[in-house]
């Protein structure tokens, strides 16, 4: 990689645009170069160009953590941002490298910062980064990780590799030679990429850790499978067979304890059916009772219908007066109402026309003086904007003139200022001498002070590490006394644990040859087949009961059947003929109530003899007494009554007959089924009993049983009790051999944790034993680097010492570097403040004398623009005194337009009253119309009312309703009046049908009754019940569990199969893992990387005493213990000493043998082209200074080129080729590239 050219704009101190071309003479030939300029000029900002464009970071913002420091635009930024090398008073800035890559091709990276809106003070942008190729100007990358990532493959360089190889900027120059072995390691690790070595030793310990962690898994799984033996599996299934033939035993006991719960829930629902029948049918007589006024209520309704026309006629004729009245009241007030607004609006009318006239003669008289002043109106207003453009013109002149007034007095201020700044910066500086030796001298000093705290760090992180390791030692010692004590215990409980496993087993053993598993099996089969025996016993007389009472019932049912059917044929008869007499009798009653109203007889009043009848059409005219019309009407409804009543009687007849007919027909097809479900239950009892007994003589050992259900009961009884005593002494005996056989494997189970517990403790002992090694040997080294620590301490305060001791100050008080550089940094801030006033003063002489002479002339021109504007005013003044008498001073344009508003409004005004007057006229013609009309109406509404009230009152005279009376009952909805009617027949329905099924409940009662109860009590069979079902859940949890534990011995047997091939490849395994761990591998990965480190630095230290002997000869560097280096005095016999004792010269020249070794091994693209060394090699004297520059220079002829920062003359003489930075004032430096 080579640099070709550096070039950028206000990047820290270099504000100007700048650029260094490299191929471009005198640079292009020069193999070594210098870089001068004074201190702060911005040497070292050129080569922080150089790496923000690169990598967008720089050596002067390393370390500064996360410090913030202000910016311009009020918001601090991260002192780490390289946003903060931006010039202050800059609102952008950017940095541009053109070089040649590990390809041979040339690109540009460019880095550019800048702030919003291009102000000074505005926020800080996001920094921008590109990279592109030069032959074809292709951008490669605009993103700035991307480009990052180019650059460091393009160069080969990461940023740290660049730093250590091609920039050796200032203060890290010695920090290969001055770190400790674990900064040591870094360094090489960054510059040299063994971090790839570091990466494959942790992964050979992860690996070997997995490799481990397999073996012991299925170690682990090898001694978790415990296998049942033969016996073992026998047992268990023996087991399961007696648990599931006394789980089939205690079902059938169950289902005769359900059965029986079954007859008392049975009785006790019938019994709470009755009750709730009776309830219903109470319920229903007292809504029937209380439903009488509703009865009555429909009476009166049915009374009252035949009225209905009279009723509504009457209505309708009261509405038409009531809105008859209303109509005369609003039409006679309205016909007033118009008649007065129609005489006022003939006013209004007269009164317009008046005004209209006076306006208009009015608009006449103005028009000459409009015209008059609007003449003077026009050169008022030229007068008065010419008065505007003096009078602004004089106040621009004024503020010119202000404005040169005050720039005149601030810079006789600032003059003023800055003498008096300088003056008493000057005597400061005078009174500050031994502050200022500080200065001259700070980085010779602060070296020391860095140097001296990083001993005394270096001494406390050793004394720290030596008694962290001294309480490690001493925790491992204890920690291995307290493991020897649990050792010892855990073996003796082991031994114990052996002992008891014995006793079990021999217990074990006795108690399986006394009983064997098979005698269980036997006696609970024999006593399952008794227990269904007797059970199928008592189901088969129970069965052969119950067909006896179904028969009975069905006979009862039939009876029953035949009676019901008789009944509900004569209610249908007789309902029949009562349905065609209620429809014979509806139309002759409504025809005749029709010839029994008013109106028919107001129609037959009209009659005639021998004239045909208007309705009808015939000539004969058969009734014309009212009377008997009545008569006639009233006996048809009586007739139609009794007809209603009878049809109703037949319905509630047949509707009980039915429900009869439907009991008797369900309770004949229940006893049938009854019959049915007992034979069925015979035959089956039956073939239980059967099974039973053949099942009990299939036991060995069988007592001799009954033939046939009920031949012996009591035998039977007995028999079966004395075959469940002794199945529960066998079943004692199982459990005991269970308990026995659990002890045993929980014994087993305990003995082997202790073996695996003391295995490690085994383990445990030999780790401890080597941390105890460890500890103790990394103590001791401890303690030799405290000693050299100390030593190097001291030596840096005794070159310090006297310096100090002039101002006043004493290194052991903490901060003393802070406060030193406080110190240097106030004397540089004060030389700075000299410097800065005095150049002020050189500056601020022509522009006094300049400020002077301006304001003068502003003043001048101000007086003359007044003048003119008093002239322009009294012209004005002129013309408005002329004008002021016309139209009272108004403006002509207003006065007219108000005027002529005015006689357009009163043209309008008149208009409208007109148009107003014709419609008030015609309104008030419509109104007295309307009131006629209304009042001819109201005199045939009063008439028609004395009518329909006459009508209404001859009506009623004939009942014992009043016109009240109508009114409530004809207010009532049609709905629901035949709501009212269906709810009182549906009363009469409720109480017939409450009384059948209270019937139909006390029968079902008195067959449950009848049927007969068990002894036990319904509480007696639900805890026998709750008890067996209890019992049920033992057994299949015990079932489930016998199931699991066969399960998992099949699946044990079937893993081991393949197991112990298994665990014989992973140990294979890891042996081979556990060979190269132990050569290589570690946790942190430290193993291996500190050999490839170790390699690396004897590479590096073979280089180093390459250019070590041109530069100084005496010495040569060499690897000691781990990563220590170390020097050897030639001149002494090759006697070895510690690089600190070196002195400043030599330890520069060591430093640079290393810097320059380290510029050929760093990096992934070979050998760097460009060098820069940001050093000022002041600590050398004329001769070594030489050698120096010498090895600088045969680097040239590995084709490479060398720049030096340095301010020492001797450098400037012996290097002709120079970039020189100038100081410029204000912060500013400029770049020079000179030759000689």
């Not at 030679?177 to 992964?203: I, P």
């Not at 189970?749 to 105890?772: P, V, Y």
């Amino acid at each position: 990689m080579r640099i070709l050219s550096i070039s950028g704009q206000n990047i820290a101190s270099l504000a100007q645009p700048f650029a260094i071309d490299f191929t471009a003479a005198p640079l292009a030939g020069a193999g070594l170069f210098v870089i001068t300029g004074e201190t702060g000029a911005g040497k070292s900002s050129i080569l922080d160009a150089m790496c923000l464009a690169l990598y967008g970071d720089a050596p002067r913002l390393a370390g500064s953590a996360g410090d913030e420091v202000p910016d311009p635009s009020g918001k601090a930024i991260k002192a780490r941002d390289s946003r903060a090398i931006l010039r202050r008073g800059a609102a952008q800035g950017w940095a541009e490298v053109r070089f040649t890559a590990r390809d041979g091709h040339d690109y540009v990276a460019r880095w550019q910062a800048r702030r919003a809106r291009d102000k000074v003070d505005g926020q800080l942008q996001n920094v921008s980064r590109s990279l592109a190729r030069i032959s074809d100007g292709q951008v490669l990358a605009s993103q700035i990780t991307i480009v990052s990532d180019q650059i460091t493959e393009l160069t080969g360089f990461s940023y740290d590799e660049f730093r250590r190889t091609v920039l050796l900027a200032q203060g890290d120059f010695d920090a290969f030679l001055r770190a400790d072995t674990n900064d040591r390691a870094g360094l090489l690790e960054k510059v040299t990429g063994t971090g790839l070595y570091r990466a494959v030793s942790s992964r050979i310990y992860e690996r070997t850790e997995a490799a481990r962690q397999a073996h012991g898994v299925l170690i682990q799984r090898r001694e978790g499978h415990q296998i049942l033996t033969d016996e073992d599996r026998a047992t268990l299934e023996a087991e399961r067979l007696v648990i599931t033939e006394a789980n089939q035993a205690a079902g059938a006991e169950a289902k005769t304890l359900k059965d029986a719960l079954a007859c008392h829930t049975r009785y006790a629902e019938t019994s709470r059916q009755v009750g709730l029948a009776e309830s219903t049918l109470e319920q229903a007589v007292t809504s029937q009772a209380e439903a009488s006024v509703d009865r009555a209520q429909l009476a009166r309704i049915d009374q009252a219908t035949p009225l209905r026309a009279q009723w509504q006629t009457l209505r309708d004729a009261r509405d038409r007066v009531k809105n008859a009245t209303s109509s005369v009241a609003a039409t006679t007030e309205y016909s007033n109402d118009t008649a007065a607004k129609a005489n006022a609006l003939q006013e209004v009318t007269r009164q317009a026309e008046d005004e209209h006239t006076a306006r208009e003669n009015e608009f006449k008289i103005f028009g000459p003086l409009w015209d008059q002043a609007a003449a003077l109106d026009s050169r008022i207003t030229s007068a008065t904007t010419e008065v505007k453009t003096a009078r602004s013109q004089a106040e621009a002149l004024e503020q010119e003139a202000e404005q040169a007034r005050i720039a005149l007095q601030d810079l006789q201020q600032e003059d003023s200022k800055a003498r008096e700044t300088l003056q008493a910066t000057e005597a400061e500086l005078a009174e500050r001498s031994s502050d200022c030796a500080l200065a001259d001298n700070w980085l010779q000093i602060r070296q020391h002070i860095v140097a001296h705290d990083e001993a005394q760090s270096a001494l406390t992180r050793a004394r720290s590490n030596s008694d962290t390791h001294q309480a490690e030692i001493e925790r491992l010692t204890v920690a291995l006394a307290e493991l020897a004590t649990r050792t010892e215990n855990d073996t003796a409980d082991e031994v114990r644990l052996t002992n008891e496993a014995a006793n079990l087993a021999g217990r074990l053993s006795t108690l399986e040859t006394t009983h064997p598993p098979e005698r269980g099996s036997e006696l609970q089969t024999l006593a399952t087949a008794l227990a269904d025996m007797r059970r199928a016993e008592q189901e088969h007389g129970s069965a052969r009961s119950d067909f006896a009472a179904a028969e009975k019932t069905a006979e009862t049912a039939k009876e029953a059947l035949a009676t019901a059917q008789a009944k509900a044929g004569a209610a249908a008869e007789a309902m029949t003929t009562a349905s065609a007499q209620v429809a014979a009798l509806i139309a002759p009653t409504e025809r005749a109530d029709i010839a029994a109203s008013d109106a028919a007889r107001e129609l037959r009043l009209r009659l005639e003899p021998g004239e045909p009848c208007p309705v009808c059409g015939s000539p004969e005219h058969l009734t014309h007494a009212d009377s008997a019309l009545a008569e006639l009407a009233a006996g048809l409804r009586a007739d139609l009554a009794a007809a209603r009543a009878a049809v109703e009687n037949a319905r509630n007849e047949q509707a009980a007959a039915l429900r009869a007919q439907d009991r008797a027909q369900g309770e004949l097809e229940h006893a049938g089924r009854n019959a049915q479900t007992a034979e069925a239950m015979i035959a089956t009892t039956w073939a239980h009993w059967q099974d039973a007994y053949n099942r009990a003589l299939a036991v060995p050992n069988c007592p001799a049983l009954p033939k046939e259900p009920g031949e012996d009961r009591a035998y039977l009884a007995t028999l079966l009790d004395t075959t469940e005593t002794a199945r529960q002494a066998e079943a004692a005996a199982q459990v005991e051999l269970s308990r026995l056989r659990n002890s045993l494997a929980s014994t087993t189970s305990q003995r082997e944790g202790l073996r695996k517990i003391i295995a490690g403790h085994t383990s445990a002992r030999e780790t401890w034993n080597g941390e105890l090694a460890n500890a103790t040997s990394l103590q001791m080294l401890d303690l030799r680097a405290a000693e050299t620590a100390e030593a190097e301490s001291l030596r840096h305060a005794t070159a310090i010492s006297p310096i100090l001791e002039q101002v006043g100050e004493n290194l052991a008080i903490p901060g003393l570097s802070g406060r030193l550089e406080s110190r240097v940094a106030e004397v540089t801030q004060l030389r700075k403040v000299r410097d800065s006033n005095s150049a002020t003063l050189v500056a601020l002489a022509p522009q006094l004398a300049k400020a002077e002479s301006r304001s003068e002339n502003a003043a001048k021109q101000f007086g003359e623009a007044n003048e003119a504007v008093t002239a322009r005013l009294n012209t004005l003044q002129t013309l408005q005194d002329e004008r002021a008498p016309l139209l009272g001073g108004e403006v002509t344009a207003t006065h007219r337009t108000r005027h002529n508003e005015a006689r357009k409004g009163a043209a309008a005004a008149l208009d409208a009253a007109r148009n107003a007057l014709a419609e008030a006229t015609a309104a008030w013609a419509a109104a007295r119309a309307k009131a006629e009309a209304a009042a001819t109406e109201m005199t045939g509404a009063n008439q028609a009312q004395e009518i329909a009230q006459s009508a209404l009152a001859e009506a009623l005279a004939s009942t014992d309703l009043a016109p009240a009376d109508l009114d409530t009952l004809f207010g009532l909805p049609a709905t629901d009046v035949a709501n009212l009617r269906q709810r009182l027949r549906a009363l009469d329905d409720s109480v017939t049908s409450a009384r059948a099924t209270l019937d139909s409940r006390r029968k079902d009662h008195a067959d449950a009754e009848a049927a007969g109860l068990p002894e036990d009590p319904p509480e007696a069979l639900a805890e026998a019940l709750s008890v067996l079902d209890a019992a049920n859940q033992t057994r299949a949890e015990r079932i489930g569990a016998i199931d699991g534990e066969l399960q998992r011995d099949i699946a044990a047997r079937t893993a081991l199969a393949g197991l112990e091939v298994e665990i014989a490849q992973a140990r294979s395994e890891l042996d081979i893992w556990e060979a190269v761990n132990h050569a290589a591998g570690s946790r942190s990965g430290d193993k291996f990387a500190r050999v490839a480190q170790s390699i690396t630095l004897d590479v590096l230290v073979d280089h180093a005493n390459h250019h070590l002997s041109d530069l100084n000869p005496r010495y040569r560097l060499r690897r000691a213990a781990d990563l220590a280096l170390q020097v050897e005095d030639c001149d002494m016999g090759g006697e070895a000493r510690a690089t600190r004792s070196l002195s400043g010269g030599e330890r520069f020249l060591v430093s640079l043998a290393l810097a320059l070794a380290l510029s050929r091994m760093g990096g992934k693209g070979g050998l760097a082209a460009t060098l820069f060394i940001d050093e000022g090699f002041g600590s050398l004297d004329a001769g070594s200074l030489d050698l120096a520059i010498d090895a600088l220079e045969s680097l040239q002829s590995q084709g490479r080129q060398v720049g030096v920062i340095s301010h020492v003359e001797a450098m400037k003489e012996r290097i002709p080729t120079r970039i020189a930075v100038h100081k410029q004032g204000g912060g500013k430096s400029a770049i020079e590239v000179c030759q000689g």
